[in-house]
């Protein structure tokens, strides 16, 4: 009986460690996370990073049910005492907790104090075209839930141009909802906000043209879409397993052999493990003290990118077994390892942060550029096709450092393909962060606001608010946001510093490591190593 209750805990500890592990370098999406409210294996929600609420997957949820009032009965379309009375009396509950308090999404003041009133095609207003549209005087603004979505997350287009547009006359566009997500039944309609605009209107927006406005709460053929404030259901892991985590699975495999207790010792770590400690802690002892794979480089990807050829590592701190840094020999920089210096509240904060740095005595370090593609002046109009300064789908050149650190060092593709230059186009397959070589804890999003992306030191010119260039590392985008927003922070350092040390191949390693768990399968009985 005492053998077996060791076994189960030795099970049980081991099932837990390699759960964790797993999960270490699979942080969860930026802008939107799959999250589960019933036991089923399709996302019912999206959680949003950004505005820290959650949407229901399904954008018309209520066609058919009992609010349904409008003329078909079926369509979705119905009164705002409907929509709210809908929302509100949905309910979900799980192992993860329970969700009541759903509601329709909030229309607050875009400029975050007091709505401005007055019909403008240029965003500068509540009412109207590309309210919080980029490129606008309130781009990337969260007063408005809906608007936030349309413009912000999906990228869609309003049908005026917000650039050559003015306050009061619009320049046709090619826009509309060309981009739903992830989500199910997203009408191209006008859908009920919860606010309201006066006692006997409410807000809403309109997602076949991108504009909003108000109407009165009898009309019966807007349509509704739940959100809950605050994150809420299961946690979606991505599906993927990192190529090491497939290893140590394959060498976890060999502990079946282990028969009894045993004593061992640690010949790489010199660390002696007691006699009679159980065959799981030992192991992950020798794990954790002796393996030649650290687990942060578990997403590293042989032969995508060039970073095994480009990137040369580097010791600050005199002992070869650790690399705090990584010498770029294209850009001529070197990146910090691990990545993450903290996070910013601000770009001012960032600043002040990255000049006090010193790492192991070396000062000097600031964030990374982003010059002009053209070599000239910024071109800040929007494109999927790496055409301008402002969007997706790089080449290889230089001009921005993260730009290029992302799309030709790492190999790394954009969530959206170039089939549409002057909107996000289909979204690709492998597309993300899926290879961070051996940099230490690149973030694609895991701090609610955000968004995986990364402060650089350059200004974004034509913005009312003082903004810089950002670069978004979970899907490949280069934007831009406000000096007042909370960022990442990587720090690098002109030209090479530290000490260069001989890279250890990763397929090398993983033979060590496949090497020495192997070698635990033939322990039989207690020895002394």
């Given amino acids: ?30 802008a939107l996370v799959a999250r589960y409210l019933d036991a089923d294996a399709t996302p019912d929600a999206y959680y949003d990073t950004t505005l820290n609420i ?15 009032n409008g003329s078909s009965l079926s369509d979705g379309a119905m009164t705002w005492g409907n929509a709210t009375a809908w929302a509100g009396n949905l309910a979900y509950s799980g192992s993860w907790g329970a969700a009541n308090d759903w509601r329709l999404p909030d229309t607050d003041p875009i400029n ?6 007055g019909t403008s095609y240029i965003g500068s207003t509540d009412l109207g075209y590309n309210v919080s549209a980029p490129g606008t005087s309130y781009a990337g603004g969260t007063g408005s839930e809906m608007a936030h979505l349309f413009f912000n997350t999906l990228g ?58 108000a109407a009165v709460k009898t009309i019966d053929d807007f349509f509704a879409w739940a959100v809950h404030s605050g994150d809420v259901g299961a946690t979606v892991a991505p599906v993927p397993l990192p190529a090491a985590a497939w290893l140590l699975l394959s060498g976890l495999g060999g502990l079946g052999f282990v028969g009894r207790r045993r004593k061992a010792n640690c010949v790489f770590a010199q660390t002696t493990m007691a006699e ?12 954790l003290l002796c393996s030649a794979v650290p687990v942060s480089h578990a997403t590293a990807v042989s032969g995508q990118g060039t970073w095994e050829t480009t990137l040369q590592a580097r010791d600050f701190d005199g002992n070869p077994a650790t690399i705090e840094g990584y010498y770029d020999t294209v850009l001529g920089i070197t990146w910090l390892n691990p990545v993450v210096t903290g996070t910013a509240p601000s770009y001012a904060n960032a600043v002040i942060r990255v000049n006090n740095l010193t790492v192991n005595g070396i000062g000097g370090w600031r964030m990374p550029i ?41 190999g790394n593709i954009a969530q959206f393909d170039t089939s549409t230059a002057q909107r996000p186009g289909a979204s690709q397959v492998n597309w993300g962060l899926v290879n961070t070589g051996l940099f230490n804890v690149i973030q694609p999003s895991t701090l609610t606001g955000t968004n995986g992306t990364y402060w650089t030191q350059t200004p974004f010119p034509g913005i009312a608010n003082p903004s810089r260039f950002v670069f978004n590392f979970y899907n490949g985008q280069q934007v831009y946001q406000l ?28 033979w060590l490591l496949l090497s020495g768990l192997a070698g635990l399968g033939f322990i039989g009985r207690r020895k002394a190593a």
Wanted: charged letters at 10%.
């Fill in 1 to 30: 009986m005492r053998k077996l209750e060791e076994a189960l805990l030795n099970a049980r500890a081991l099932g837990a460690f390699v759960v964790g592990l797993l999960a270490m370098p699979m942080a969860a999406e930026a």
């Fill in 156 to 213: 869609n287009l309003s049908l005026c141009n917000p650039v050559t547009s003015t306050i009061n006359t619009c320049t046709s566009q090619s826009g509309g909802l060309t981009n739903t997500g992830h989500f199910v039944s997203v009408q191209a309609g006008r859908y009920w906000s919860g606010t309201d605009y006066v006692s006997t209107q409410a807000w809403i927006f309109n997602f076949a043209g991108g504009n909003q406005g």
């Fill in 112 to 117: 975050g104090s007091a709505y401005i009133l």
């Fill in 54 to 68: 959650t949407w229901l997957a399904n954008a018309n949820a209520g066609a058919g049910s009992a609010y349904d």
């Fill in 276 to 287: 009679r400690t159980p065959v799981t802690r030992r192991f992950l002892a020798t794990l």
């Fill in 483 to 510: 000096e007042s927003s909370n960022r990442y922070l990587w720090a690098v350092h002109d030209g090479s510093v530290g000490n260069a040390i001989p890279a250890v191949p990763l397929p090398a390693a993983a």
């Fill in 370 to 410: 982003v010059r002009p593609l053209n070599g000239a002046t910024f071109n800040t109009n929007f494109s999927a096709a790496g055409f301008t300064d402002y969007g997706y789908n790089y080449g290889s050149g230089t001009q921005s450092e993260m730009v290029h650190l992302f799309y030709t060092t790492l």
